[in-house]
Structures are given as C-alpha cells and as structure tokens.
C-alpha cells in the first residue's frame, strides 16, 4: 500500500532575506500536521540552517541562484528537502537517491557555517545529504503522538 503523500514545493531566490518566508510556511504546515510548539521550532531552526548553507556556500559566483524547499508531508512525519540548485524535485525519486553522507561531505557543508550539520542532526530524526549538481538535504522530523497521549494519562491519574 502506497503511503499517502501530500507535497508542498517553493523556490526562492538564494537570498538571506527569504529564510523567514521559508520559516513561516514551514511553521504552517508543521502546525496543521499536528506538531508540538517545540518540534515546530526545531524543524525551524534545521531547515533555516539548511538553506543558510545554500545561500552561503552555493551560490558565491552566481548572483541570481535559486532554492527549491519541498515538504513531503506523511501520516506520522515531515521530510523536508533543501536543493541548491534550485531544480524542481521529483521528490519520490530524489527521496530515494539521497543516503547517509560520508565525512567529506560532512566537511564540505560545515566549512563556513560552523555547527550546520551537526546542529540540524540534534534537531532532526534523520538527515540525508547528496552532492552532484549542487547539495540536497533531507531532513525528516516524525510526530510524537504516541509520548503526547501516555503524558496526558500520567497527568491525569
């Protein structure tokens, strides 16, 4: 059985000032998925790493680089890919080429921005990375039901 998918793609331009519009839409779809205040804001602050490294690292000749954020939205989790190349995702495709990253991509993508990775790997579940064209970047955040609901019955009793 197929799980179902509903997907949400934005292109901006590979400028600082966009992260905050990146922010919001995440903010809104990971609110309407379900997710706690304290996951939203880590899913926030993962993806504005992610595309902060875009911005800095991918585009330092080109002037007029563009983003692409696609948000696959799940039954029990959010993945969301940042592309630097500012291609449209097949994100079923692109989902199944990405793997785990080796050190020297690791370096590659932490060369400027300090703690990047690492910090999106403490907030995220899981992290993916594939470098061809440019970086893509899959990080994936699952829901809490299940912790939310056994807390209310402990505060209950």
Not at 31 to 41: A, K, L, N, P, V
Not at 141 to 157: C, G, Q
Request: proline letters at 1%; charged letters at 25%; a negative charge.
């Amino acid at each position: 059985m197929m799980e179902k998918l509903d997907y949400i793609e934005m292109k901006v331009p590979a400028k600082a000032e966009f992260i905050g519009v990146i922010r919001l839409t995440l903010s809104g779809i990971a609110s309407r998925m379900g997710f706690t205040y304290d996951s939203i804001e880590d899913i926030k602050i993962a993806a504005s790493e992610a595309v902060t490294n875009a911005v800095q690292h991918a585009y330092q000749s080109e002037a007029s680089g563009e983003i692409t954020i696609g948000f696959g939205m799940f039954m029990n989790r959010l993945e969301v890919m940042v592309a630097d190349q500012g291609k449209s995702f097949n994100f079923q495709k692109t989902r199944e080429e990405v793997g785990p990253y080796n050190e020297e991509h690791a370096i590659e993508f932490l060369r400027e921005g300090g703690l990047g990775l690492y910090l999106i790997e403490s907030l995220m579940d899981e992290v993916k990375i594939q470098q061809n064209d440019g970086v893509t970047v899959l990080m994936t955040k699952y829901l809490e039901e299940e912790r939310v609901e056994s807390d209310a019955e402990t505060i209950s009793t």
